[in-house]
């Protein structure tokens, strides 16, 4: 059993940046892939980016790639995502998971564990 819980969301003008992490419990944390998800109201849940267990394979989605970096630290148990160049289409929740998978995936559904979320707002 894995817990997740997110912090560092917030409201933040275009063009500035934000950085979330994603703190897990229990000692198995490097034996999970980890992403990010996000989901604006009304839309379905999206992928954002994602990381393997060693932290050596990062994935992005098109919209975020070259603004965002998905990196984490196996000896404190967190995921981080640092967000910069902020849009207004980047406002939704943003969710951490984790999957036991060694194949890194970007379909929601194939994760095991969510956090509870935490909002990020842009405003122009």
């Known amino acids: 059993q894995v817990q997740l819980v997110e912090s560092g969301g917030g409201l933040v003008q275009a063009g500035g940046s934000l950085r979330l992490s994603c703190a897990a419990s229990g000692r198995t944390f490097s034996s999970y892939a980890m992403a990010w998800f996000r989901q604006a109201p009304g839309k379905e849940r999206d992928f954002v980016a994602a990381?393997?267990?060693?932290?050596?394979?990062?994935y992005y989605a098109d919209s975020v790639k070259g603004r965002f970096n998905i990196s984490r630290d196996n000896a404190k148990n967190t995921v981080f995502l640092q967000m910069s160049s902020l849009k207004r289409e980047d406002t939704a929740v943003y969710y951490c998971a984790a999957d036991r998978e060694i194949v890194v995936t970007r379909i929601p559904q194939r994760y095991d564990y969510w956090g509870q979320g935490t909002q990020v707002t842009v405003s122009s």
């Open positions: 990381i393997g267990r060693s932290g050596t394979g990062t």
